[in-house]
């Protein structure tokens, strides 16, 4: 691994985190996140392992919580391809930050789709419950302390499984990403995501970082999946 990956640079701030960054290129970012996650991030493969098989016996909707939903784009791909695959899924995504509630909120209303400025604590004193509980390109975001608490609180509100998806710090992630998004401009989709791989972990680091009941899943290529299943 390169010098400048060999650490994770958890102290480096992505650009759409600071609450000063441009609103114009951060609603870009948002726009622009759908090709991102719908082609590099791994969640139809995700999807086709771990929801399109959850028909519960009494047909009821499959509840997903989305976790730092951003923009809302993953929680709308997930709800498009359960209805085209005849499934009844009902998703909530919840962000804290109130620029991504309000970009979320623009959205066309998607039936089976809902958004929420919440923490997900928030839910956790509510007794809320889902199936599963989800969250994309989070973990790398979070300090140690936030961490812990995001996988506590997952561990309460999900119903079956927890996964949460991220990327894996590589060198040949950082290279590839960073010529693959030379397309994107007028947001921060190059910029932070280089900053994103720096700060994410490598799979031994994500494990150490686990707490008992949790494991590290291969998820694609460049990603792996924090999981803790209930049977």
Partial sequence: ???LLRTRAAGDIEQMDRTDCDEKLLDNTYRQFWVINRVLSGWRGLY??????MVKPDQSPVTVLDIGSGGG?????????ADRDGMTMHVTGIDPDPRAAAFAGRRAPMPGVEFRQAHSGDLVREGARFDVVISNHVLHHLQSRELKQLLADSESLAGHKALHNDLIRSTIAFSLFGVAALPFRKSFIREDGLTSIRRSYTRAELAAAAPPGWS??????FHQVLACRKG
């Fill in 1 to 3: 691994m390169g010098i």
């Fill in 48 to 53: 086709n392992r771990e929801l399109r098989t």
């Fill in 73 to 81: 784009d993953l929680a709308v791909m997930l709800a498009r391809w």
């Fill in 216 to 221: 590290v899943e291969h998820s694609s290529v």
